[in-house]
């Protein structure tokens, strides 16, 4: 039997820091020929952590060892801050493997929360230290005990802001084609009109960090998505929300949904199928980020058939295509987010990788991981760059993902708040 060493070293690792993290009182000193501090790439840098924070970055010969440092030398290698992903839903996992109506309505919680904790491993082993959950699909507020037992060191993931249940209207979302006899449980929480102040007070004390919003749903006459909010119902979600300091955010894909998610005050929009390069300029204008799930549109017409780079792209995928240029010419700001769930825990990188694909510079492209998702979630003091006094989540990957994105899922070091997760 051959010994998995990677996966004995992984463990090793958990025992020392689920161990003896609160104690630690540990300054590394790490050196690689590239260092992505969130916004440049610099070369030749060193990066001084003491304890969970960044202590200080800069070039080599300005830095001198701190005593009793641990020295990690990376030799053809890139320092980035820890990655963080806009759009996932813990606990989904591909639906080529389950269909999502199975997921939703015959998985019990149980079940799926139990998944979602090696979903939640996976994705910070991929470089991943803070992740933005955008809904459980079914699953009540498993993802606020997630975040719970993450916070706890009771299991190993990403530092989640998590949405809990999400609000759709009455009518619009699935699971959809039973008997109408039967009331069906849904993917998210119905509710309208005046309900809609309850509902969101009820998901906010509940544990949601954010208000997740279906502005829009394919229940289009023909299938199509069509807006499922008003825009007075949507402004009444934002004012409640935001009373409590919190904030609205909205699956948007047609054109009047994103435009009414944008007037009502979201903060970013999810999906964006059909956005255009004047609601991009609307949507920079209002300072939203646009979240363009690049990845769910890919592989879920591949688990359709699409045979990707031999039969040619279904038409969503192609449409996906222009708008993605669209949003780029426009200048909104663009973050990363794939809807990850969709496809596997862990394989985050691959939105990064379509980003590129599709157009996106590829500076741009680590930006959205790190600089703009921080700013896009208000982090922009603690995390998504490398500086003095932020949160110390470090990662270090092989290779150089400016000039190759997928050197991004070469991860060798993985650190969070100060701990080390991963080191090879
Ligand atoms: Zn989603």
């Given at each position: 039997m051959k010994i998995n060493y990677r996966k004995y070293f992984i463990s090793l690792i958990y025992l020392f820091v689920l161990g003896f993290s609160?104690?630690?009182?540990?300054?590394?000193?790490?050196?690689?020929?590239?260092?992505?501090?969130?916004?440049?790439?610099?070369?030749?840098?060193?990066?001084?952590?003491?304890?969970?924070?960044?202590?200080?970055?800069g070039p080599i010969q300005q830095l001198s060892v701190p005593e009793g440092a641990v020295k990690l030398n990376y030799p053809n290698a890139t320092i980035m801050p820890g990655l963080i992903e806009g759009h996932s839903h813990l606990m989904l996992y591909p639906y080529n493997i389950t269909d999502w109506d199975t997921q939703v309505l015959k998985e019990a919680d149980a079940y799926r929360t139990v998944r979602a904790t090696v979903h939640a491993k996976n994705t910070l082993l991929a470089g991943f230290t803070t992740a933005r959950d955008l809904g459980t699909e079914g699953a009540g507020y498993a993802d606020v005990a997630l975040k719970r037992a993450i916070n706890e060191g009771v299991v190993v993931g990403p530092r989640l802001m998590v949405a809990g249940r999400a609000i759709v209207s009455t009518g619009s979302y699935g699971p959809k084609g039973y008997d109408t006899d039967q009331e069906i449980m849904l993917g998210a929480e119905p509710a309208d009109g005046n309900n809609l102040i309850k509902v969101v007070r009820d998901q906010i004390g509940k544990g949601a960090d954010f208000i997740k919003i279906y502005a829009d749903y394919r229940w289009g006459i023909n299938g199509e998505d069509r807006p499922s909010f008003t825009l007075d119902e949507l402004k009444l979600i934002n004012e409640v929300t935001r009373s409590s300091g919190r904030v609205m955010v909205c699956h948007a894909k047609s054109k009047e949904a994103i435009r009414r998610a944008v007037m009502a005050g979201a903060e970013t929009i999810e999906h964006g199928d059909f956005i255009d390069v004047e609601l991009g300029q609307l949507m920079k204008a209002h300072n939203v980020t646009y979240m363009p799930t690049i990845a769910a549109v890919d592989v879920i017409s591949q688990y359709r058939g699409?045979?990707?780079?031999?039969?040619?792209?279904?038409?969503?995928?192609?449409?996906?295509?222009?708008?993605?240029?669209?949003?780029?010419?426009?200048?909104?700001?663009?973050?990363?987010g794939g809807d990850v769930g969709v496809f596997p825990h862990g394989e985050n990188a691959l939105e990064m990788e379509l980003m590129v694909e599709y157009g996106l510079p590829i500076m741009d492209a680590l930006k959205a991981a790190t600089s703009v998702n921080a700013r896009a979630f208000h982090l922009e003091d603690s995390l998504g760059n490398l500086k003095p006094g932020f949160i110390a989540d470090v990662i270090v990957v092989e290779g150089d993902p400016s000039k190759n994105i997928s050197d991004i899922r070469k991860v060798k070091f993985v650190m969070k708040e100060g701990v080390v997760y991963l080191s090879k």
């Open positions: 609160s104690n630690a009182q540990t300054k590394y000193y790490v050196t690689a020929p590239r260092l992505f501090d969130g916004e440049v790439m610099h070369k030749d840098w060193a990066l001084i952590i003491e304890n969970n924070k960044i202590k200080t970055v699409w045979k990707k780079g031999i039969t040619d792209p279904p038409n969503n995928v192609l449409n996906k295509r222009k708008s993605f240029k669209e949003a780029i010419a426009s200048g909104v700001s663009i973050g990363l």
